[in-house]
C-alpha cells in the first residue's frame, strides 16, 4: 500500500505519515487498553482528562507557552478565526487594519467590519488578486490594534514576501 499512497498538500487536509495513520487505525476501537475508542469516551473521564493534559503539556513545551497563559482548543476551523482575531485582538481603539489581497482576507475584512473601526489598508481587487501590495502602498491608521493580512492566498496563487 506504501506505493499507492497519494501525497496531497493541498491547503486543506493533507497527507499523513503511514506510521501515523497505522497507530490511530490500531487504537481506534481500544485506545491503550481502555476498551473503547477516543471518539466512545466521555470527555470527563479520566482517560480523556489524560489525553487532554498530556497534549495541552506538550503544546505547551513545544510553543514555549509561558505560566500565566492559557491553551484553548477550539473548534471551528479558520473561518472562526475571522471573527475570534477582532474579538480577541481589536483592543481599546476598535480599530484595525485589513489587507485584502485574495479570497480569505476578504472574508476576514467583511467579519471584522461587526466587530469595529476597520481600516482597508490595501486591496489587490483591481487586479482580481494577482499581485501583493508593497509595503509603501498600505495607508494604516496609527491607532490600529492589528494589521490583518493573509500571507499565503492560496487560490490567488500570490504570496506575501515581506512583514
Known amino acids: 500500500m506504501g506505493n499507492e499512497r497519494v501525497y496531497n498538500f493541498s ?30 469516551m466521555s470527555h470527563r473521564s479520566k482517560v480523556f482528562q489524560k489525553i487532554f493534559d498530556d497534549t495541552q503539556a506538550k503544546f505547551r513545551k513545544l510553543m514555549n507557552v509561558p505560566e500565566g497563559y492559557k491553551v484553548l482548543f477550539l473548534q471551528g476551523g479558520a473561518s472562526t478565526q475571522f471573527s475570534m482575531a477582532p474579538l480577541n485582538l481589536i483592543g481599546k481603539t476598535g480599530k484595525a487594519d485589513y489587507a485584502v489581497t485574495g479570497n480569505f482576507s476578504n472574508i476576514a475584512y467583511k467579519e471584522a467590519k461587526k466587530y469595529g473601526e476597520i481600516n482597508l489598508a490595501a486591496s489587490s481587487a483591481d487586479k482580481n488578486h494577482t499581485y501583493i501590495p508593497t509595503q509603501e502602498q498600505l495607508k494604516l491608521d496609527p491607532e490600529a490594534s492589528y494589521f490583518y493580512y493573509c500571507a499565503n492566498n492560496t487560490i490567488y496563487g500570490t504570496e506575501w514576501q515581506y512583514v
Open 11 to 40: 491547503a486543506g487536509p493533507s497527507m499523513l505519515p503511514l506510521e501515523v495513520l497505522e497507530r490511530a487505525g490500531s487504537e481506534i476501537t481500544n485506545y491503550q487498553g481502555s476498551g473503547m475508542s477516543v471518539m466512545e
